[in-house]
């Protein structure tokens, strides 16, 4: 069974420049989730899908960020434009269902803006 | 709201000597617990949760870890580690019913021979 992916594993933009990361989930697996480690501070939330459906976008940092999950398969997050403190590694995550605990981790992305 | 701690942001340890990564939360509701392990250039691996019952869980590894709810602690031990085990260990939590996981800030194991 292939694990989560995401791709790509890095990118190097300029501030105020568009990138946009993809996700593949586990197949099957209904619930994908974003985090993302900004250089020495811990993992955080940033969204969640069930299926195509946002169920939690809290950790959202602002509209700079949209996420989609057309189709309910793969997921991609777009930052435009990025800003320096964008710079980051973003996971991405994913469970069968709702009752799933375990949270299955992709390699991430390691952004950075200069 | 839930916060993890790790109290420790590195641990140097030497090869066959038994390492222990501390991990405090705090939470109003019921949590679960989780450790996750990066090796280098990898994604996040499970290595154990708890969940309930038995408050000494043991994972993969041979690691083990210790739910204490007085003292709300879930530690992480492995009493002899090996070079293959330098890696970044993450302490986590997930609310009951809940989907997200908070994280800790993530403790670096140096393996030295």
């Known amino acids: 069974e292939a694990g989560v992916t995401q791709f790509p594993s890095h990118s190097v933009i300029e501030k105020g420049q568009t990138v946009t990361l993809r996700c593949d989930p586990i197949?099957?697996?209904?619930?994908l989730y974003w985090y993302r480690r900004v250089m020495g501070k811990e993992i955080k939330f940033l969204l969640h899908?069930?299926?195509?459906?946002?169920?939690?976008e809290s950790g959202m940092p602002n509209n700079r960020f949209l996420a989609e999950r057309t189709g309910g398969t793969y997921s991609t997050l777009k930052v435009q434009p990025a800003e320096l403190e964008d710079s980051g590694v973003y996971f991405c995550a994913s469970s069968y269902n709702a009752d799933s605990y375990e949270q299955y981790f992709g390699p991430g992305t390691r952004l950075t803006v200069t | 709201a839930q916060s993890v701690t790790q109290l420790d942001s590195q641990v140097p340890v030497f090869e066959e000597a038994p390492v222990e990564l501390r991990c405090n939360y705090s939470s109003s509701v019921s949590v679960y617990l989780f450790w996750y392990v990066q090796y280098p250039n990898q994604g996040l691996q499970l290595l154990l949760k708890y969940l309930s019952g038995s408050t000494l869980v043991k994972g993969i590894n041979g690691f083990e870890a210790e739910f204490n709810k007085s003292q709300t602690s879930f530690h992480l031990r492995k009493p002899s580690v090996h070079i293959s085990d330098t890696a970044e260990y993450f302490c986590a939590v997930l609310k009951a019913a809940g989907n997200k996981l908070t994280f800790g800030g993530g403790t670096r194991v140096l393996v030295k021979p």
């Open positions: 899908f069930v299926k195509e459906s946002k169920q939690d």
């Open positions: 197949s099957g697996h209904d619930n």
